[in-house]
């Protein structure tokens, strides 16, 4: 595997490597936490309320670390960062285990959540710096298949050791194992510095985020995430009363977004960030139609347009950051993640309320019961179609915009012209 020709001596494959454990890590605190809240609820005597807010320091402690790690990433290095994120990750899961309490559990969850957060703002900058054009973009599209890769993986564990009577306390010790594989391979690496000078400054980084195409990439990221995070969130409430099997419908998503990753390289190369970002806006909107007016087996066949088409989303968009805006730097990449998980949190009660909408007016019409649920549901998620729908507008803008620049690009370079920026 090569690296850029100034990162000579670099073990680029080992970080690599580790980044996808601490990226595991990640995964399995959302999948396995979430697998055995029921458990802790009855144990600890939570209400449903409690649960959410232990939730939500989940993804209160991600964005947060983003942030802040994007700002101080070319100051202390992502080394440091790691470090920091090992120990958020350890304290964390120890802390769950043995706190027993309500606000042990949100402290703890906050830790873990900080430490993910750490994880994105450390390693997606690592890749950009470590490989160059298409190959950087292929790393990040199979670092990001980690994400529903260990989502799927840590779901089958956490939902067998549950059926087999297996405690929570045994199923939070599995986060552990990756954590520890990940600590172990950064462990006296070398972390790879910033291919363009103006990314390493904050001025520069700023100067850089300020510009018409980065505001316009932060618009396209709120819409994103709440395409991809939206619909996995209430698909599988809805989908319970529809015949299909909301664990099947999660397992396929992840999985597919998983293989859909690993090959995103070579998509990339094919159709340029830009036309990947349009198509699977376009693969996200006709599965959430489906997901919206299908079910039983056809619910399924939603389910894999749907992955397909959000597979792509947030690794490209990460993507497109750093090889389209170079000098915004981990700070920019750090914000763009941000963003989309801001997106996230801000639309959920959006997305509640219209349930309980589309509910009144389901019962208005005489529907009860699994019918009135998923009736309701259904026209929920037929909603949330316009999120994607207004994606196929911004990324063929977006297309025609970048193809543009290039065409501009080339002509001031043939004529020995300055380049002006996006």
């Given at each position: 595997?090569?690296?850029?020709?100034?990162?000579?001596?670099?073990?680029?494959?080992?970080?690599f490597y580790g980044s996808c454990f601490a990226l595991i890590t990640t995964a399995f605190s959302f999948s396995i936490?979430?697998?055995?809240?029921?458990?802790?609820?009855?144990?600890?005597?939570?209400?449903?309320?409690?649960?959410?807010?232990?939730?939500?320091?989940?993804?209160?402690?991600?964005?947060?670390?983003?942030?802040?790690?994007?700002?101080?990433?070319?100051?202390?290095?992502?080394?440091?960062?790691?470090?920091?994120?090992?120990?958020?990750?350890?304290?964390?899961?120890?802390?769950?285990?043995?706190?027993?309490?309500?606000?042990?559990?949100?402290?703890?969850?906050?830790?873990?959540?900080?430490?993910?957060?750490?994880?994105?703002?450390?390693?997606?900058?690592?890749?950009?710096?470590?490989?160059?054009?298409?190959?950087?973009?292929?790393?990040?599209?199979?670092?990001?298949?980690?994400?529903?890769?260990?989502?799927?993986?840590?779901?089958?564990?956490?939902?067998?050791?549950?059926?087999?009577?297996?405690?929570?306390?045994?199923?939070?010790?599995?986060?552990?194992?990756?954590?520890?594989?990940?600590?172990?391979?950064?462990?006296?690496?070398?972390?790879?510095?910033a291919k363009v000078d103006e990314a390493a400054t904050l001025t520069g980084n700023l100067k850089a985020m300020i510009?018409?195409?980065?505001?316009?990439?932060?618009?396209?990221?709120?819409?994103?995430?709440?395409?991809?995070?939206?619909?996995?969130?209430?698909?599988?409430?809805?989908?319970?009363?529809?015949?299909?099997?909301?664990?099947?419908?999660?397992?396929?998503?992840?999985?597919?977004?998983?293989?859909?990753?690993?090959?995103?390289?070579?998509?990339?190369?094919?159709?340029?960030?830009?036309?990947?970002?349009?198509?699977?806006?376009?693969?996200?909107?006709?599965?959430?139609?489906?997901?919206?007016?299908?079910?039983?087996?056809?619910?399924?066949?939603?389910?894999?347009?749907?992955?397909?088409?959000?597979?792509?989303?947030?690794?490209?968009?990460?993507?497109?950051?750093?090889?389209?805006?170079?000098?915004?730097?981990?700070?920019?990449?750090?914000?763009?993640?941000?963003?989309?998980?801001?997106?996230?949190?801000?639309?959920?009660?959006?997305?509640?309320?219209?349930i309980d909408s589309d509910k009144a007016e389901a019962a208005a019409q005489g529907l009860t019961g699994d019918e009135?649920?998923?009736?309701?549901?259904?026209?929920?998620?037929?909603?949330?179609?316009?999120?994607?729908?207004?994606?196929?507008?911004?990324?063929?803008?977006?297309?025609?915009?970048?193809?543009?620049?290039?065409?501009?690009?080339?002509?001031?370079?043939?004529?020995?012209?300055?380049?002006?920026?996006?």
């Amino acid at each position: 595997m090569e690296t850029t020709g100034n990162r000579a001596g670099l073990n680029a494959n080992r970080l690599f490597y580790g980044s996808c454990f601490a990226l595991i890590t990640t995964a399995f605190s959302f999948s396995i936490r979430a697998g055995i809240l029921p458990q802790l609820g009855e144990e600890l005597s939570l209400t449903a309320e409690q649960l959410g807010f232990i939730n939500s320091m989940w993804f209160l402690g991600f964005p947060l670390s983003m942030v802040v790690g994007g700002l101080i990433y070319h100051k202390v290095g992502g080394k440091a960062i790691m470090q920091f994120a090992f120990f958020a990750h350890a304290l964390g899961i120890i802390l769950t285990i043995y706190s027993g309490s309500y606000t042990g559990l949100l402290i703890s969850t906050l830790l873990i959540g900080l430490g993910n957060g750490c994880t994105e703002a450390a390693c997606n900058p690592m890749i950009a710096d470590a490989y160059q054009g298409n190959r950087m973009s292929r790393m990040m599209n199979r670092f990001h298949m980690w994400f529903p890769g260990g989502i799927m993986i840590g779901s089958l564990l956490s939902d067998f050791m549950t059926t087999s009577s297996i405690s929570w306390e045994t199923q939070i010790w599995l986060i552990m194992v990756p954590t520890l594989i990940y600590a172990y391979m950064f462990f006296g690496q070398s972390w790879p510095k910033a291919k363009v000078d103006e990314a390493a400054t904050l001025t520069g980084n700023l100067k850089a985020m300020i510009s018409p195409l980065f505001l316009f990439m932060v618009i396209c990221m709120s819409l994103t995430a709440i395409s991809e995070f939206g619909p996995q969130q209430w698909v599988g409430l809805i989908l319970a009363k529809s015949g299909a099997k909301p664990m099947w419908i999660l397992a396929l998503t992840t999985g597919l977004m998983a293989v859909a990753r690993y090959f995103g390289g070579d998509v990339v190369k094919k159709f340029d960030q830009t036309g990947v970002l349009l198509g699977s806006a376009v693969l996200a909107t006709v599965g959430i139609f489906l997901f919206s007016t299908q079910t039983g087996a056809m619910a399924y066949v939603a389910a894999v347009f749907f992955a397909l088409g959000i597979a792509y989303f947030w690794p490209n968009m990460i993507g497109f950051i750093a090889d389209k805006i170079p000098k915004s730097g981990a700070l920019g990449m750090s914000i763009i993640g941000a963003v989309g998980m801001f997106s996230s949190s801000i639309f959920q009660p959006i997305i509640g309320g219209w349930i309980d909408s589309d509910k009144a007016e389901a019962a208005a019409q005489g529907l009860t019961g699994d019918e009135l649920e998923l009736v309701a549901g259904q026209d929920t998620l037929g909603t949330m179609v316009s999120f994607p729908a207004i994606l196929i507008v911004l990324f063929a803008i977006l297309w025609f915009w970048v193809k543009n620049r290039k065409s501009t690009d080339a002509a001031d370079a043939s004529s020995n012209q300055p380049v002006t920026d996006y």
